[in-house]
């Protein structure tokens, strides 16, 4: 079963601009990461945030975790064509297991 | 450090017909998973080892899929008898303790299409 939604389903925006995602889950965590996934490739991961972390950066994304609101999001600045990709927030327990939300597809405009 | 890999890429077979995908996770991981994605979906973990033993295969439908892991490196999926339902991209991935917390390599998947 899916542990997170991620919202918005689908971002279309223009490059340069920023792409913020937001992930919602159901159940107490270890940690939470985020995942790229281009089309018709395998999953790399970006960035893990622990649960007593509330913020966390790496290059140009910028990653917030509320775990009184079971939420996170995942901020992009200065988008590029490159960054066109599904992203998935997965859910770690402590269990060394992830449950993958459905995934925010985003498409960067030129 | 090389990647995990994946075989085949690609797998076309009729329904009822039975597959095998082969997966080697990168050099001193113990453990690795098999994920099952749906197209529009996030994966889903099908079975997890560590070494050569099984963690978890709670969502793994043992009618038809199973899986091992030879001598703790490699891994095969099998799945027989194929059902159109099973037609999706199967992630192995790899991982192993850093920090006490275990960041996952993925491969690039086999795309099953079961016709």
């Known amino acids: 079963s899916q542990q997170g939604e991620e919202d918005p389903q689908a971002l279309s925006i223009q490059e340069g601009e920023n792409a913020t995602m937001n992930c919602s889950y159901k159940?107490?965590?270890?940690?939470l990461q985020w995942y790229r996934q281009n089309s018709g490739r395998g999953l790399v991961h970006l960035i893990l945030?622990?649960?007593?972390?509330r913020e966390k950066h790496s290059g140009r994304l910028r990653v917030t975790l509320d775990t009184s609101k079971k939420s996170s999001s995942l901020l992009i600045t200065a988008s590029r064509a490159a960054d066109t990709a599904s992203y998935f927030c997965a859910t770690d327990n402590g269990s060394q297991k992830l449950v993958f939300g459905q995934g925010t597809r985003l498409t960067i405009n030129p | 450090e090389a990647g995990v890999a994946q075989s085949p890429r690609y797998k076309i077979i009729e329904k009822r017909q039975s597959v095998a995908f082969w997966c080697n996770p990168i050099?001193?991981?113990?453990?690795l998973y098999w994920y099952q994605q749906i197209l529009g979906q996030g994966p889903k973990l099908l079975i997890q080892?560590?070494?050569?033993?099984?963690?978890?295969d709670s969502q793994l439908p043992k009618d038809r899929f199973s899986a091992e892991r030879l001598k703790g490196v490699d891994s095969t999926l099998k799945i027989q008898p194929a059902k159109l339902e099973d037609s999706a991209v199967y992630l192995c991935a790899s991982s192993f303790p850093q920090g006490g917390l275990y960041e996952q390599y993925f491969g690039p998947g086999t795309r099953l299409t079961v016709t």
């Open positions: 050099s001193g991981h113990a453990t």
């Open positions: 159940t107490s965590i270890n940690n």
């Open positions: 945030i622990r649960s007593n972390e």
């Open positions: 080892f560590q070494n050569n033993g099984v963690v978890d």
